[in-house]
């Protein structure tokens, strides 16, 4: 079917350059939201590479995180991401 992993770390390399593209980082990032095809198989291996990842991006706190088992947009995929960032500068305006 796939590597997890790296579909994980895919996913968020993805994500980074999309919130680049809008001047902004995983620092923005308030909340994400993670579909598994298989929670039970793939959330270890799942909170590892999301762990690792938000240690890396230097994140303190962590955005929440909600993990749900989903049925996904593709066969191939194994995981989705959905994050939620807040354009900081811009609050009030």
Request: charged share 30%; with cysteine.
């Amino acid at each position: 079917m796939g590597d997890f992993r790296a579909q994980c770390w895919r996913t968020y390399r993805n994500i980074s350059t999309i919130l680049d593209t809008e001047g902004m980082s995983w620092h923005d990032v308030v909340r994400t939201t993670c579909y598994l095809r298989d929670i039970e198989r793939d959330y270890k291996d799942f909170n590892e590479v999301r762990t690792a990842f938000f240690r890396w991006m230097g994140l303190e706190p962590l955005p929440a995180s909600t993990g749900i088992q989903a049925r996904l947009c593709r066969d191939d995929l194994l995981v989705e991401i959905e994050a939620i960032a807040v354009a900081r500068g811009n609050v009030g305006r």
